[in-house]
């Protein structure tokens, strides 16, 4: 039988029951004591000086609609018990809960056989196994004594959970407000029951939300002891701490001795953190870098990483290299944002003991800046972009009478660049409101007009000593006067359309537009300074569409469309042939060819799919699965033949196709000109035919993955500790008829069985044209990446990159992966032609900064 009681405090009425309200008071202290949450409940963040946190405050308000109340407020502390056995002595002032005593306060809780509180004494004591619990933190242990006086307590057979860890002691003591003692301390993170590996001291003493010494430090593996330390000390203050990371030191053939990581850590509050880090290498030289990262949430975010290389590449002889890499979005509300992703490098030589693939191989690198805000029912968009060719040429030129030879490295500009584009809008909008009619019938609800605005500044510079001003405006020829070195220009472009649209009879498109540009520019190509142009043109097009349907009984094809559009054109432009001395660049040009006067005609044929609905896949459709365009175009002021090339261009889109574990993927896509006065059909024998192809063109991206799940059981599970195998202070919501009962290994395998992923897929691209189908020139490659989950524990992948075109393997690294329990081996090999490297880590899957081992090397 259980026995409850309730204690309250009223503190309204001063005159009444003060010798229960001071025993009450004990009481509640006591039990407070007793919970002994200081003991291991440093991981709490707590204030200075403000004790035990509790849930939101001390005392819990009682509403005012209560008949009990007084005109002033009252508020009560409330003290749960729960035991077979409740015994309260009021000659002795004792309280004794026997047999599953519980004890409830807040947020905090205490289990145990036996908990007996002696209120005159002031003091606590809790036999057997006892559990308490505040809000997360959960300890265990037996034997728990408490002294309120003293503030001294002692808990035999301590454990508790830690943040990602586990803490174990002979006996643990309150020696002070925030300190803890603790004899044949362990820590390790391991949650098996008995731990594979640990650190082991004969004496811990904690610093509540500060540190963990201890002295001596010992590091097990299997009870055995492989490591030891004559003291050692580590922060236990939640979240980012600021301070010095541990260094690695190592050595291999090319740097010879090195130390990495020589590293300070900063982190500011909960927005930002950076590392400031220092690696010396014996043969090569040494690095310093600067890693950062911030966010605010909802406003911005970003990093910043720098870094500074002295390179020695033999006696008396070095070189200084450096990259900054920053990246940073601010979101301003009202959809307008700034977006920054800036690159700038020195050399490629900078990335040369990289192990990333990507950063060796870059031929290029790209920065940009960007601005878009909302803007009169559009976007107004302003950007900067900035391109470095890091693989360069070399080049010739003639300055002041002298010949000089060097490699370039063209860099191209564009600073700024604003853009400002008006979708399509009826006329209508500029003179009716919302509220007036628009009669079905109105002719002029047709019409539509756009606009398009752009501005740029941009440019190169190939000149490897090029100043400021000459990468951001200053031009510079060599002394023939036709080669620049150094190239800017500046433009503004504004254009407009006008376009009405009718569908006559409900099938017939009729489209007629008429469009212009007007450019202003810093100068042309005569140098006059601060120029305009224009040009326009007017077209006109009609088009229809035929529909073709066939339903089909197969299998997994349930029907197929097609679409047939013809669509006839007219285009006209007069002669702007004087608008060749005008720049063309970044988007800001005229036309600036003769008159035009041109018909066109092209036919679109699509066809659609409608795949029928299986035991496994819902009815899908395939749109565009295949799709021919042609055209052909006839020129009035051609002086020659005035038909154009037949052109056509091929599209194939079969969408991904599954069967079973099996997976294709494949885009392939084409164009074929035919010469139109070439073409020669004298025999109604087609295979004599002359199609009088003048080029075409093949691109094929295909995708092969084959994986399937592959199912594994662990028929011996490793026994956990306590806090995961068991649901301590939790409630008994499941009755014993609910529970499961395993009868069978099949029932087994049911419970444990886990599923492994494996998969292979080959990804293989193939382009070539008739010109260098001819002389046997093409490019194909494949890319092979396979990875399998050998066992629970064990994982291996493997990619390469294979040029077919040369029979070269450009690059292939394999990584295997083995856990062990708490810990992880890693390693990871990659080979680049003549560049090589391997990467080994072992390190703890919970704290893999604070306990890890890795080794590494490289060659060229």
């Known amino acids: 039988m259980t026995s409850r009681l309730y204690v309250s405090k009223t503190i309204s009425r001063k005159s009444e029951l003060k010798k229960s309200e001071m025993k009450e008071k004990m009481i509640v202290l006591m039990v407070a004591g007793l919970l002994f949450c200081w003991v291991l409940a440093y991981t709490q963040n707590t204030d200075e000086g403000n004790g035990l946190p509790l849930a939101d405050t001390l005392y819990t308000e009682i509403s005012a609609n209560d008949s009990l109340l007084a005109a002033d407020s009252v508020k009560i502390d409330s003290v749960f018990y729960s035991a077979d056995t409740l015994h309260y002595s009021e000659v002795t002032e004792k309280i004794l809960l026997s047999g599953n005593a519980s004890i409830k306060y807040h947020s905090s809780n205490i289990k145990s056989d036996t908990i007996a509180i002696d209120i005159s004494g002031k003091q606590a004591f809790a036999k057997g196994e006892s559990m308490m619990k505040d809000g997360t933190q959960l300890i265990l242990g037996e034997n728990v004594f408490y002294d309120l006086d003293t503030q001294w307590g002692l808990l035999s057979q301590g454990a508790s959970k830690f943040d990602k860890g586990y803490y174990y002691g002979d006996e643990i003591r309150k020696i002070a407000k925030r300190t803890f003692d603790i004899d044949n301390g362990i820590f390790t993170t391991c949650d098996a029951l008995h731990p594979h590996f640990y650190i082991g001291t004969k004496k811990l003493r904690v610093y509540h939300n500060d540190k963990v010494v201890g002295k001596p430090i010992i590091f097990y593996v299997n009870h055995f002891p492989v490591m030891a330390f004559p003291f050692g000390t ?8 600021s301070g010095i990371l541990v260094p690695s030191p190592g050595w291999d053939e090319v740097r010879g001795k090195y130390l990495e990581n020589i590293a300070y850590y900063y982190a500011y509050k909960n927005y930002a953190d950076a590392t400031l880090a220092f690696d010396y290498f014996e043969k090569t030289g040494w690095e310093l870098s600067l890693h950062s990262q911030y966010i605010k949430r909802y406003i911005f975010n970003g990093n910043f990483d720098a870094i500074l290389q ?7 002889h070095y070189t200084y290299e450096w990259n900054i890499k920053s990246k940073h979005h601010h979101d301003f509300g009202n959809n307008t944002t700034f977006d920054a992703n800036l690159n700038f490098v020195s050399s490629s030589v900078v990335w040369e003991a990289s192990t990333d693939p990507t950063e060796r191989l870059a031929e290029k690198i790209t920065s940009s800046m960007a601005y878009k805000k909302p803007f009169l029912s559009s976007m107004l968009n302003i950007r900067a972009n900035y391109n470095h060719d890091l693989l360069g040429d070399d080049k010739q030129y003639v300055i002041d009478g002298d010949t000089l030879k060097m490699h370039v490295e063209k860099k191209d500009i564009t600073l700024p660049y604003i853009s400002y584009s008006l979708p399509s809008k009826p006329f209508y909008e500029l003179f009716l409101t919302e509220d007036d009619e628009i009669p079905e019938d109105a002719w002029w609800k047709s019409f539509s007009y756009s606009y398009n605005f752009k501005a740029a500044q941009g440019g190169y510079t190939q000149h490897p000593d090029a100043t400021f001003g000459e990468i951001i405006w200053n031009n510079f020829e060599d002394d023939d006067g036709i080669t620049f070195i150094n190239k800017h220009n500046a433009g503004i472009k504004h254009s407009g359309s006008v376009k009405y649209s009718y569908k006559m009879k409900g099938w017939l498109n009729l489209t007629q537009s008429v469009s212009g540009n007007e450019a202003w520019f810093d100068r042309d190509k005569n140098d006059k300074q601060w120029v305009r142009g224009s040009d326009y043109s007017a077209n006109t097009s009609s088009s229809f569409s035929l529909y073709g349907l066939r339903k089909l009984t197969t299998p997994y094809l349930a029907a197929v469309r097609h679409i047939a559009t013809p669509t006839l054109n007219f285009y006209y432009q007069p002669d702007f042939s004087d608008n060749e001395k005008y720049y063309s660049f970044e988007g800001i040009g005229l036309k600036y060819s003769g008159k035009q006067r041109r018909i066109g005609f092209s036919l679109d044929n699509k066809w659609q799919l409608k795949l029928r609905k299986t035991a496994t896949l819902d009815e899908r459709k395939i749109n565009d699965f295949f799709t021919i365009r042609s055209g052909i175009s006839y020129d009035f002021e051609s002086e020659g033949n005035g038909f154009s090339n037949i052109s056509h261009s091929l599209d194939l889109n079969p969408k991904k196709i599954t069967f079973g574990m099996f997976e294709i993927n494949t885009s392939p896509s084409g164009s074929i000109d035919q010469e139109t006065y070439e073409l020669k059909f004298k025999d109604w024998n087609h295979k004599k035919w002359d199609y009088a192809v003048s080029n075409w063109t093949a691109n094929i991206t295909s995708k092969l993955v084959i994986s399937d799940d592959a199912d594994f059981v662990d028929y011996f599970p490793l026994p956990e500790n306590r806090f995961e195998s068991s649901g301590f202070m939790t409630e008994d919501t499941l009755s014993v008829e609910d529970e499961q009962i395993i009868t069978t290994i099949k029932e087994l395998d049911d419970l444990n069985r886990e599923s492994k992923n494996w998969s292979i897929s080959f990804t293989h691209t193939y382009k070539t044209n008739k010109a260098q189908y001819d002389i046997n020139d093409y490019s194909s490659d494949i890319r092979t990446s396979a990875s399998v989950k050998l066992t629970k524990n064990w994982s291996v992948s493997y990619d390469n990159y294979i040029n077919l075109q040369e029979h070269r393997m450009i690059s292939h690294s ?39 081992f890795r080794t590494s090397d490289h060659k060229r």
């Open 234 to 241: 580590f922060t236990i203050k939640r979240g980012r701490q």
């Open 814 to 852: 394999f990584t295997i992966t083995r856990n062990l329990h708490c810990w992880q081996v890693y390693f990871k090999y990659t080979k680049q032609e003549d560049y090589w490297n391997y990467r080994f880590q072992l390190f703890n899957i919970k704290l893999p900064d604070a306990l890890k």
């Open 310 to 316: 002295k390179r020695i590449s033999g006696p008396q």
